[in-house]
Each structure stands twice: as structure tokens, then as C-alpha cells.
């Protein structure tokens, strides 16, 4: 099976870019934990190294049989002090809010270097500590191959209820045992395989706010640094049911270069679209109503389908004479965010906290466009060079056994609730996506949001 190449890792390369990096290093492979009081002794700007806090949760976590929190601490033991902190967590598990945060960041105080041991929200409330500290060195333990945050600076943080990308920093230290992987639950590896997906539809967002003059950002050589090793990707994908060492390593190195390309753009932009507002929106009700919601990687490889069916949606559309752009005012928006998000939260703080992101994208438009404008056809045309066809997205979801439907995540997603994540996704942030396009475009109606959930299969999402 082809590999992605060692030269993939060259930090030094990366720096080179003119874009800052601040990891420092990466050890991917079998016994990749061996080497974490090395890497954290040359991480760490302390001589001796002092007081270690190894952050965790409070799921189980296993290498070799052995487990793996008690195996870090071992090695630890002769590099410093060390502690130990649990992140806090109830009944819908562990959520990244400002409460998990400050009391990590408190039980932490003091700590020269920062270990995080967990997946990916473990993992950006590690990062989101480390930020508060300071000066502490902070080496990330991935424990499983869940999302592509462990290698950026960046956090989704919870805040008045609703997911934010948030400036954090980036871990000094990246480390993912493939042997600690092979133990993590198959659905948790497999929900890295749906976060990557959004490599097929995520850049195409990217790429259209870009012509559109609603993002600066857009850089080809971020995107191909992950894009490239797609095909790759979707080969090694079913391997990880058998564990298959290649292909759990292969995923790694692949959710590190999303990370840290991530990075690289100074935007999540590379790697999360129309996709991630989908997941965002299904994980924010389920924190808001203290439930488990499925894992946001398996979420993500569900609606990337989605959002592939939005782009075929809205190029038919545009094919058929749907040119002109028309932007909203600012009274007619605000009623429809306060409507989408005034029953997860009768108080109004999260629809106000979308409405202020959501306000600003449109204002950027008017300041770029004025309230009405005319569709190029050809920027849509370049913008969709950069997707995938959503049956080859969800044929690598089953031929990998991750859910391919909202009905077949763990726990399921009903028709009505997905219809509600679909219809209002553009709501929630300042990111240009192919939903705000269609809703310029005119062309997201409930019967269009109908139309779509009919094309994905999805049984009863009709207006």
C-alpha cells in the first residue's frame, strides 16, 4: 500500500513556506510513545524539566493491554513531577467550554510542560490550556484517529453554546503511537476517515469564497499538501477494521498534515466547509440537551456527503438560468438566525452569538457586492474542480464501515433534526460556504433543502 512520504514531516520545510509553525515534532509509529520524555525534555524550556500536568479524561485508554495514561506517567516519572488532571465531564460526556477549561487550566497552574493524553476535544482543551499557561511546553499523546486538531493552533470551543474556532497555539509536540491507535474503539478510528473526507468538499468552499471576494486566505498548496494524498487515503481506509498497522499509520500522518496545514492558512478553511456547520450544529444540540452525540469526525464524513449534494444542487440550479446574487438585509436575517436557534436556547445567547458572526459575513458581502449581483458561472466551475462525486464519498464511508447516513451514526440522527443542521448551517458562523451561495442564488428554499435530503436518500426531510 503507498505511503505518504517521511518528507511529509520536514517541519523545517513547512517553516520555510514563510508560514509560522510552531510544531516542533512529530514521532508517528509503533513506538512512538517510547520517546515522549525525550521529546519532552527538548520541548521544554525548563532545566530540569519540573512539574509535569498529564491532562486526560476519564475513558478508558489502551496499548498493548496496558493502560495507556498509567503507561504515560510511568515514563514521565523520571523527568519530573508529575500530575495528574481530569477534564471535567457529565452526562453528554466531555465538552469544550469555558467551565472545562478554567478548571483545567487551575489544576494545571504551575506545571512547566502540559501532556495531553485523549482524541480530539481532550486534545483542544489541551491546547486551549497550554495558551493560558503560558510558558508551558505542551506535547500532545493522540490516543486515537478521531479529527485532524491534534496538530494545529487552533480549539472548537463552546461558547454561550455554540461551536468556535478559537485561537489557541500549537502543541510543541505531536505524538501518535500507532500500537496506542490499534487500541482505540474501530468507530472512533474510523470518524478520523469522515473528517478527512471533508478534503473533497471543504477546499471547494474555500476556493469559491475566495473568487467571491469572502475570503483572502485561499493558498493551492495548502489544500494539494492534503488533497494529494486522498486516493491513498480512501485505499488504506477499510484496512482499519483489521487494525492493519500501514494503514492506521497512513491515517495519521494524514490527519497531521490537515492539522497542520490548518495551521500553515492561519483558517480551518483547507479542511472544514458547509460539512463541519452541519456536524457543529448536530453536536451543539446535543450539548445543549447534556445527550451523547455521535462522534464529530463520523458526523463530518455523513455530511460531507450532504454537502456534496448541495454543490450538485446548486450547479443544476445555476445551469438552468439561477445567476442572480441577492443579499438579504440585515432585518430580514436576524428573525430567521433568533427562529433557527431559539429552541435549543430560549435565552437568545446563542442565537445572538451566531447572529454576530453571521452578521458579519453579510456585511462583508454587501461592502464586496453591494445587495445585488451577478453569478459567473466559470468561478463555480473552478471551485468544483476541487470536489469529489458525493456516491464515491459514500461508497468510501461503507466499503470503510463508517455510517454513511444521519440515520446510521451512533447515536442516530432522525430526518427532522438533519433537515434543521442542513437548512440552517449557514447561520452559524462568518465562513462563506456553497449553502450561503445557494441562499444569494435563491435556490435554498425548503424545497430545495428537501430536494437534497431526497437525493441523499434520507426518508421524510421534506418541508
Not at 478521531?146 to 505531536?174: E, F, I, M
Amino acid at each position: 500500500m503507498a505511503a505518504v512520504p517521511s518528507a511529509a514531516f520536514d517541519l523545517q520545510r513547512f517553516a520555510s513556506s514563510g508560514r509560522p509553525v510552531g510544531l516542533r515534532a512529530v514521532e508517528i509509529g509503533a513506538d512512538a510513545l517510547l520517546r515522549l520524555p525525550d521529546m519532552v525534555s527538548a520541548v521544554s524550556s525548563a532545566d530540569p524539566v519540573g512539574r509535569v500536568a498529564v491532562l486526560t479524561d476519564g475513558v478508558p485508554k489502551k496499548r498493548l493491554g496496558a493502560e495507556a495514561t498509567a503507561l504515560v506517567t510511568s515514563l514521565l516519572s523520571g523527568t519530573g513531577d508529575v500530575r495528574g488532571v481530569t477534564v471535567l465531564s457529565g452526562p453528554g460526556g466531555v465538552h469544550a467550554d469555558e467551565r472545562t477549561v478554567a478548571a483545567a487550566a487551575a489544576a494545571a497552574a504551575g506545571a512547566s510542560s502540559l501532556v495531553t493524553v485523549g482524541s480530539g476535544t481532550v486534545a483542544d482543551i489541551g491546547k486551549a490550556v497550554s495558551a493560558r499557561l503560558g510558558t508551558a511546553a505542551h506535547v500532545i499523546v493522540q490516543t486515537a484517529l478521531s479529527v485532524n486538531g491534534y496538530a494545529d493552533d487552533q480549539s472548537v470551543l463552546l461558547v454561550d453554546g455554540v461551536k468556535r474556532t478559537t485561537p489557541t497555539r500549537w502543541p510543541d509536540g505531536l505524538i501518535a503511537d500507532t500500537q496506542l491507535l490499534a487500541g482505540a474503539p474501530l468507530p472512533l478510528n474510523l470518524a478520523g476517515v469522515g473528517d478527512l473526507l471533508a478534503m473533497f468538499t471543504a477546499p471547494a468552499d474555500w476556493r469559491i469564497a475566495h473568487l467571491l471576494d469572502m475570503d483572502d486566505r485561499y493558498a493551492g498548496d495548502v489544500v494539494a499538501m492534503v488533497r494529494d494524498h486522498g486516493p491513498a487515503l480512501l485505499r488504506a481506509a477499510p484496512l482499519l477494521r483489521d487494525r492493519d498497522p500501514g494503514a492506521i499509520e497512513l491515517t495519521a500522518k494524514v490527519l497531521t498534515l490537515s492539522g497542520v496545514g490548518m495551521g500553515l492558512a492561519g483558517t480551518t478553511a483547507p479542511a472544514s466547509g458547509a460539512e463541519h456547520t452541519v456536524s457543529h450544529l448536530l453536536e451543539m444540540a446535543a450539548a445543549r440537551e447534556d445527550r451523547p452525540s455521535a462522534y464529530h469526525g463520523a458526523q463530518v464524513g455523513v455530511a460531507a456527503v450532504l454537502a456534496a449534494l448541495v454543490w450538485r444542487h446548486v450547479r443544476q440550479r445555476v445551469r438552468g438560468g439561477a445567476r442572480v446574487l441577492r443579499c438579504p438585509s440585515d432585518d430580514q436575517m436576524r428573525p430567521a438566525v433568533l427562529a433557527a436557534f431559539s429552541s435549543l436556547d430560549p435565552s437568545g445567547a446563542m442565537a445572538g452569538e451566531c447572529w454576530r458572526d453571521y452578521q458579519r459575513k453579510l456585511a462583508r458581502w454587501r461592502e464586496r457586492h453591494g445587495q445585488v449581483d451577478q453569478l459567473d458561472p466559470a468561478q463555480l466551475d473552478d471551485a468544483a474542480r476541487l470536489l469529489e462525486q458525493p456516491d464515491v464519498l459514500r461508497a468510501a464511508l461503507r466499503r470503510s464501515g463508517a455510517p454513511a447516513r444521519p440515520g446510521e451514526l451512533d447515536p442516530p440522527v432522525d430526518a427532522g433534526m438533519t433537515r434543521w443542521a442542513l437548512a440552517n448551517c449557514h447561520l452559524m458562523r462568518d465562513r462563506f460556504t456553497i449553502v450561503d451561495l445557494a441562499v444569494l442564488l435563491g435556490v435554498w428554499q425548503p424545497a430545495d433543502v428537501a430536494a437534497v435530503l431526497a437525493a441523499a436518500g434520507i426518508a421524510g426531510g421534506g418541508p
